[in-house]
C-alpha cells in the first residue's frame, strides 16, 4: 500500500487550520504550523512535506518571507508551495508565483478547487521525484559504465603492450616501471612554464594509460632480431629501429577504425613514434630536434632510457641508480629536454623506489 503524502498547512487563524484539515485529512497526512517560524522548522525537520499550503498575511513573518527562506534552503528547496491567501490582487498573485509558488488560491476557499488543485500539484510532484530518481540511477548507471570502460582500456593497453614485450625476453616489467616514471615526471613537470598548459591532470592520467604501448611496434620486428642473444649489426638495428614507426601505424589504424581522434591514441602515437628521437636531433625515426618532439615522447624518453640503464641486457650488465642518474644528466641538452632532465634529477630518489617496487624476478 502507497504511504499517504504529507500537506503542511499554515495560517496564523485556526479556523482557517481546521477548515482545511477536515477537508483534506481523509486522502493526506497532515501537519500545522501558526506562524512562519513554526513553518519553516516544521518544513525542514522530521518528514519532510510534499506540499505546503501557505497564508499570506501573518505577523512578524509573512507568507512571502516564508516562501523565499523555503526556496533558499537545499533541504525545502524543491517543496511545492500554494498561497492560500485572501489577498486577491493581480499584483500578489503575481509576486507569489514569481517567488516560486507553483499555485495561488485566494479565499474563501472552494473545497472542489482546493482538493483539485493540490492533488494536481501532488501529482506533479510524484512525478519529478520519479524523474529525478530515475535520473539519478541512469547517471550512476552511467558513471558504472563508464568506470567498466576505463578499466578495460586500461588493461587492453596494459595486454597490447605486454604482448609486444613477451616477445622480447629481457624486459620484465619495463611496462609497469617505465608507466610509473611517466607519471612521477609529468607530474614534477605539471607546474612548469612551458609544460603547465599541457599538463593537465587528466593528460598525466592518460600518460600513465598509454605508455605501456611505447614499444608496441615490437611485434612487427622479425623475431631473428628482436630475439637475438648478441649485440645487432648495424643493418639489424636499422630494422629494430622501425619499431617506432610500426607501432605508430598500427595505433593510427586503430585510429581511423574510430573514425575520429582519440586522446589516448593521439598520446600513444606521440609516445610511440617519437620516444627515441633526441633533443640535438639526432635520435630516431624522423630525426626531431627540441620542441619539435612531442612533450609525451620526451618524457617517455627519460622513463625508457633510464629503465634500460638500471635493466640486464644481452649487451650490459644493469647499472646502479647512481651511474644510471648520471647518464641521464650527462644527457642533458643532447639527448632529452633540459628542464626535464632537470625535473628528473629532483625526483630521482622515487625512481629508484618504483624500479624498486616492480624489479624483476
Same mark, same amino acid.
Given at each position: 500500500?502507497?504511504?499517504?503524502?504529507?500537506?503542511?498547512?499554515?495560517?496564523?487563524?485556526?479556523?482557517?487550520? /481546521?477548515?482545511?484539515?477536515?477537508?483534506? !485529512?481523509?486522502?493526506?497526512?497532515l501537519k500545522m504550523?501558526?506562524?512562519?517560524?513554526?513553518a519553516l522548522v516544521? +518544513?525542514?525537520?522530521?518528514?519532510?512535506?510534499?506540499?505546503?499550503?501557505?497564508?499570506?498575511?501573518?505577523?512578524?513573518?509573512?507568507?512571502?518571507?516564508?516562501?523565499?527562506?523555503?526556496?533558499?534552503?537545499?533541504?525545502?528547496?524543491?517543496?511545492?508551495? $500554494?498561497?492560500?491567501?485572501?489577498? +486577491?490582487?493581480?499584483?500578489?498573485?503575481? !509576486?507569489?508565483?514569481?517567488?516560486?509558488?507553483?499555485?495561488?488560491?485566494?479565499?474563501?476557499?472552494?473545497?472542489?478547487?482546493?482538493?483539485?488543485?493540490?492533488?494536481?500539484?501532488?501529482?506533479?510532484?510524484?512525478?519529478?521525484?520519479?524523474? !529525478?530518481?530515475?535520473?539519478?540511477?541512469?547517471?550512476?548507471?552511467?558513471?558504472?559504465?563508464?568506470?567498466?570502460?576505463?578499466?578495460?582500456?586500461?588493461?587492453?593497453? $596494459?595486454?597490447?603492450?605486454?604482448?609486444?614485450?613477451?616477445?622480447?625476453?629481457?624486459?620484465?616489467?619495463? $611496462?609497469?616501471?617505465?608507466?610509473?616514471?611517466?607519471? %612521477?615526471?609529468?607530474?614534477?613537470?605539471?607546474?612548469?612554464?612551458?609544460?603547465?598548459?599541457?599538463?593537465?591532470?587528466?593528460?598525466?592520467?592518460?600518460?600513465?594509460?598509454? /605508455?605501456?604501448?611505447?614499444?608496441?611496434?615490437?611485434?612487427?620486428?622479425?623475431?631473428?632480431?628482436?630475439?637475438?642473444?648478441?649485440?645487432?649489426?648495424?643493418?639489424?638495428?636499422?630494422?629494430?629501429?622501425?619499431?617506432?614507426?610500426?607501432?605508430?601505424? /598500427?595505433?593510427? +589504424?586503430?585510429?581511423?577504425?574510430?573514425?575520429?581522434?582519440?586522446?589516448?591514441?593521439?598520446?600513444?602515437?606521440?609516445?610511440?613514434?617519437?620516444?627515441?628521437?633526441?633533443?640535438?636531433?639526432?635520435?630516431?625515426?624522423?630525426? %626531431? /630536434?627540441?620542441?619539435?618532439?612531442?612533450?609525451?615522447?620526451?618524457?617517455?624518453?627519460?622513463?625508457?632510457?633510464?629503465?634500460?640503464?638500471?635493466?640486464?641486457? =644481452?649487451?650490459?650488465?644493469?647499472?646502479?641508480?647512481?651511474?644510471?642518474?648520471?647518464?641521464?644528466?650527462?644527457?642533458?641538452?643532447?639527448?632529452?629536454?633540459?628542464?626535464? =632532465?632537470?625535473?628528473?634529477?629532483?625526483?630521482?630518489?622515487?625512481?629508484?623506489?618504483?624500479?624498486?617496487?616492480?624489479?624483476?624476478?
Open positions: 500500500m502507497l504511504e499517504k503524502m504529507t500537506v503542511l498547512i499554515v495560517d496564523d487563524v485556526p479556523e482557517n487550520i /481546521a477548515i482545511l484539515a477536515e477537508l483534506l !485529512k481523509g486522502e493526506y497526512k504550523a501558526n506562524c512562519g517560524q513554526t516544521a +518544513a525542514a525537520t522530521g518528514s519532510i512535506p510534499d506540499m505546503i499550503l501557505l497564508d499570506i498575511m501573518m505577523p512578524k513573518m509573512d507568507g512571502y518571507m516564508v516562501c523565499q527562506r523555503l526556496k533558499a534552503d537545499e533541504r525545502t528547496r524543491d517543496i511545492p508551495v $500554494i498561497f492560500l491567501t485572501s489577498r +486577491a490582487e493581480i499584483e500578489d498573485e503575481t !509576486k507569489g508565483l514569481a517567488m516560486g509558488a507553483v499555485d495561488y488560491i485566494t479565499k474563501p476557499i472552494h473545497a472542489g478547487i482546493v482538493k483539485s488543485r493540490v492533488r494536481t500539484q501532488l501529482t506533479l510532484k510524484s512525478a519529478r521525484d520519479f524523474l !529525478k530518481q530515475q535520473n539519478g540511477r541512469l547517471e550512476e548507471m552511467v558513471l558504472e559504465r563508464t568506470r567498466k570502460l576505463e578499466e578495460l582500456q586500461d588493461v587492453t593497453m $596494459i595486454a597490447m603492450g605486454a604482448l609486444a614485450e613477451a616477445r622480447d625476453p629481457e624486459t620484465g616489467n619495463h $611496462i609497469r616501471r617505465t608507466q610509473n616514471y611517466v607519471r %612521477l615526471l609529468a607530474g614534477r613537470l605539471q607546474d612548469h612554464p612551458r609544460f603547465s598548459d599541457f599538463l593537465s591532470p587528466n593528460t598525466i592520467s592518460l600518460l600513465y594509460k598509454t /605508455a605501456p604501448l611505447h614499444d608496441i611496434g615490437k611485434v612487427g620486428v622479425p623475431d631473428h632480431i628482436l630475439l637475438k642473444p648478441g649485440p645487432l649489426t648495424n643493418a639489424e638495428f636499422e630494422q629494430m629501429k622501425r619499431h617506432t614507426v610500426y607501432g605508430h601505424d /598500427a595505433l593510427a +589504424a586503430a585510429e581511423t577504425a574510430l573514425q575520429g581522434q582519440e586522446d589516448f591514441l593521439v598520446l600513444a602515437k606521440q609516445i610511440a613514434h617519437g620516444h627515441h628521437e633526441k633533443w640535438d636531433g639526432s635520435g630516431y625515426p624522423a630525426s %626531431l /630536434a627540441g620542441d619539435a618532439i612531442p612533450i609525451a615522447a620526451r618524457i617517455m624518453a627519460i622513463a625508457d632510457v633510464y629503465d634500460a640503464l638500471i635493466s640486464r641486457r =644481452v649487451y650490459k650488465p644493469p647499472f646502479s641508480h647512481e651511474k644510471s642518474v648520471g647518464i641521464v644528466r650527462d644527457g642533458r641538452g643532447t639527448h632529452f629536454d633540459p628542464d626535464m =632532465v632537470d625535473a628528473f634529477l629532483e625526483i630521482a630518489e622515487s625512481f629508484r623506489q618504483t624500479a624498486e617496487t616492480y624489479k624483476d624476478s
